[in-house]
């Protein structure tokens, strides 16, 4: 293998892939314009879905069908139920008003729905005949994996884990997403969820590899191609990077969002229950040491989650990072190195640059003497 010719892995070659990088899938960041334009450089876009209604889903998917012919993929989210009681609203609401005051929002109230419906969700998807379709916070029954594989569909699996590697295996997923701690937004973790297991990208991903005879795509803490060539190195099909696509023309996020990515520290994120009722890791600011400081008035996700989203959705169009959910990983940092404002094809250029140049070259080990 060749420094500026790599072999590319099994995974890549499936779909058509330049390099083997898979665009992140994140909720209030990802855009089908993002989605069309890292595809069409040669990555494999996702989109964000565990939010969307049916017919949203639907119809963005046709707006990514319009513009590329190259495969992409949706990631849905699988919550739990949401039956809370009145108090447990009651004393969510009584810690959130006083933010949604600052906001010049009224009193917060009881949602007539906490979360999208999943299962209609899942049949939209089959129904669509994505090409991937990734989950995140739970594992599908078999039948379901196998309706999607039917339906032409590719199914990845979320890990934090082993255990839940294993799961998703025995379930017939194609390849398992090892979400090791350094990663933004969401931890994935559906087995021994209240314990937050943090295992890190660089232990995970090759115990994952050990354990499963499917492909594992590693994510978490990757910012450039020095770090797709360590995925590989431990055994990865393809790395999955979603920070370092947070800032590029083509996201969402709002501006105060990126600027505060841009002046982060290696210090700057930590990992919170506070805001979603769901840990999640994201830069530090008000709405989360405010929420943080009464940790018996957060509600389970998706309660909280629905209950901070006005606020939160206020805040973005207001561009005022303090009340924003600032999800990022630990090396946002490192997304100074790419230039303001730039596409999402120009980072994917970048990267397949970057990653090629380190391909096939063994470094040399110090020697003391």
């Known amino acids: ?16 892939l330049r390099l083997p ?13 993002m989605v069309i334009a890292t595809s069409n450089a040669g990555a494999l876009g996702m989109l964000g879905a565990g939010a969307m209604a049916p017919d949203k889903l639907a119809a963005e998917v046709a707006q990514i069908r319009a513009a590329t012919s190259r495969a992409f993929g949706i990631n849905l989210f699988m919550p739990s139920a949401a039956t809370p009681d009145d108090a447990t609203v009651r004393r969510a609401l009584d810690a959130i008003d006083p933010l949604r005051a600052e906001l010049g929002l009224p009193p917060g109230r009881t949602p007539e729905r906490y979360a999208p419906a999943f299962r209609e969700q899942l049949e939209q998807a089959i129904a669509l005949r994505v090409p991937v379709v990734s989950f995140t916070f739970g594992v599908l029954d078999a039948p379901d994996v196998e309706r999607l594989k039917a339906a032409g569909s590719y199914v990845i699996g979320t890990a934090t884990h082993v255990a839940e590697g294993l799961a998703w295996r025995d379930a017939g997923a194609d390849a398992v997403c090892a979400q090791g ?25 090759p115990q994952l590899v050990d354990a499963l005879e499917i492909p594992v795509i590693a994510a978490g803490g990757i910012m450039d191609g020095r770090g797709i060539a360590a995925a590989l190195a431990l055994g990865a099909q393809a790395a999955q990077l979603g920070t370092v696509f947070l800032a590029c023309a083509e996201s969402s996020a709002a501006a105060d969002w990126k600027q505060r990515l841009a002046a982060s520290a290696d210090t700057a994120t930590s990992v919170t229950r506070a805001i979603t009722g ?44 303090d009340y924003l959910s600032l999800w990022a990983g630990q090396g946002a940092p490192l997304i100074r190195n790419r230039r303001p404002g730039c596409g999402a094809a120009e980072i994917v250029g970048a990267l397949d640059a970057e990653w090629r140049a380190l391909s096939g070259q063994v470094p040399r080990l110090p020697t003391f003497e």
């Open 1 to 16: 293998m060749s420094a500026t010719n790599p072999s590319l892995p099994a995974f890549a070659e499936r779909f058509g």
């Open 278 to 321: 769901r840990y999640a890791r994201g830069i530090r600011n008000r709405l989360m040491d405010r929420l943080e400081a009464e940790p018996a008035r957060v509600a389970p996700y998706p309660v909280q989650n629905a209950l901070t989203q006005e606020l939160r959705q206020t805040a973005a169009r207001s561009d005022r990072g």
């Open 181 to 205: 701690a350094e990663a933004g937004g969401h931890r994935g973790t559906f087995i021994d969820a209240q314990t937050n297991p943090l295992i890190g990208t660089m232990a995970l991903v």
């Open 21 to 33: 990088l898979v665009q992140a899938p994140m909720v209030g960041a990802t855009t089908p314009a």
